[in-house]
């Protein structure tokens, strides 16, 4: 089965208009105000209008209010949240939309009592553990810490970048993998030449 691949962070349409013809199945937008990836919804809707069909939108959060949620999903058009914070399974199962949660990996955390908690997530996100910091290091986690019989499907980020996805899913297998830093040229500017190298590493994964 491919790997589904997801490229977050995009601040520019030439960006995700790159990454959706390299084989992109999602884009991701930050709503958190803190990020310096951080989107308007309305600068997003205007790239969500000219993305292709079959490639989702998707709004990251990180403990937002319930109003910002609503307001900014609505404008841009997303069609599926992502929450990067300390939000509540009933938090996030409230909206219209499909979630999935983000999980910051670190020793003695239990994935399985997390994969029950949030039951109705439609896949869980495995990011790195920084101090203070949500997401979005640029450093990986060590993936060994992750437990055999997950069953829901699997996002694995965290410090992935064209050199690593290929071991990455090799060792993981995820159901999808995430990347922002790792195909770029500064933040929130992507490089075209970096997501087609990160596209091969995924695909070389598919014949090992």
């Keep these: 089965m491919p790997t589904r691949i997801k490229i977050c962070g995009i601040t520019r349409i030439e960006d995700a208009l790159t990454a959706t013809r390299l084989g992109a199945d999602?884009?991701?937008?930050?709503?958190?105000p803190k990020s310096a990836r951080f989107i308007s919804p309305a600068k997003a809707r205007e790239i969500v209008d000219e993305l292709p069909p079959f490639v989702s939108a998707v709004?990251?959060?990180?403990?937002?209010?319930?109003?910002?949620v609503e307001e900014s999903s609505n404008i841009a058009r997303l069609s599926l949240l992502q929450f990067h914070g300390d939000e509540s399974p009933e938090f996030c199962d409230q909206f219209s939309l499909p979630y999935i949660k983000a999980l910051r990996v670190r020793e003695g955390m239990d994935l399985l009592q997390y994969e029950d908690q949030y039951s109705s997530a439609r896949g869980l996100l495995l990011d790195t553990y920084t101090e203070g910091m949500p997401g979005g290091t640029g450093d990986?986690?060590?993936?060994?810490?992750?437990?055999?019989?997950?069953?829901?499907?699997?996002?694995?980020?965290?410090?992935?970048?064209?050199?690593?996805?290929?071991?990455?899913?090799?060792?993981?297998?995820?159901?999808?993998?995430?990347?922002?830093?790792?195909?770029?040229?500064a933040k929130g500017i992507k490089d075209a030449e970096k997501i087609a190298d990160f596209m091969r590493g995924v695909r070389h994964s598919e014949s090992l």
């Design 26 to 32: 999602a884009i991701g937008f930050i709503f958190w």
């Design 59 to 68: 709004g990251v959060y990180v403990d937002p209010e319930e109003g910002w």
């Design 140 to 185: 990986t986690f060590n993936w060994d810490l992750i437990p055999q019989g997950l069953t829901v499907p699997l996002i694995l980020s965290g410090g992935l970048h064209p050199g690593n996805v290929t071991m990455a899913i090799k060792k993981v297998q995820p159901w999808a993998v995430d990347v922002s830093s790792g195909v770029e040229s």
